[in-house]
């Protein structure tokens, strides 16, 4: 008896750590990112920079499930000058992306907006469909993006067969909540900033009902129309005006920029 137990149990196991292994993660059929890449954006107000965001990709050390490895993923915004005295901006998100399917295993959030401090820290088990939150578990799809891996998992889309109209849609785990992010193609245009003209193409959030942006041109954005899918501008309105972001620089990006 003792021996058909032993078996059984040795059995489970195996079982258990076939399937781990086995699991058909997303992977990506396009790579428009690379470590290395460093791109840096001026947001601002009217006539005025209110701000800078830099975003970077590099090596890391830590591994996914099963040893997977991930590039380190990190976004930081701050306030310039004068909007430091009235409303100074201090912002980091770090995310550790899986190389092959760019989809996150960890993402740390540490926020200081106007006195408003956050702090958060995700660990997905992308393994197990869940991610863990201050002991709390909370049930996501395979694949799920955070609020950093989404910028670089958009990036890695099918782009050549879009057609004016088509919406695309991927969710995003964010505030212990799961929210289903979806862009559509405008369509093609050049679009001039301090850095030059760029060929790209745009698009629009779908936007949701109950949401602060509620008109579908209250958000719009241009990525350049090349490998590298960057975006180079990115409007949004708001009640006393439009804030805009746009890039000032770049750096080791997986091929050519298409600028004019």
Known sequence: MKTIISIFIMTAVLVGMTSSTNISYPKIQSKSFTSGEKLTY?????????GEAILTVKE????????????????EGKTLGAFNWFYKVEDVY?????KEGVFPWLFIRDINEGGYEKEQEYVFKQDKQKVVSKGQEYKVPLGVQDMISSFYYARTLNF????????TEFKCFMDEEIFPLKVKYV????????KGTF?????QPVVQEGRYFEEPDDVEFWVTNDANRIPVLVKAKIPVGSIKMHLVDWEGLVGDIAIK
């Open 94 to 98: 770090e995310s550790y992306v899986d």
């Open 42 to 50: 001026r947001i601002s107000y009217g006539v005025m920079d209110a």
């Open 187 to 194: 369509g093609k245009e050049d679009i001039k900033i301090r």
């Open 160 to 167: 050549k067969n879009m057609k004016v109209g088509d919406i």
């Open 199 to 203: 060929e790209c193409l745009k698009f």
């Open 60 to 75: 890391t050390k830590k591994k996914g499930a099963n040893g997977r490895p991930l590039y380190h993923v990190k976004g």
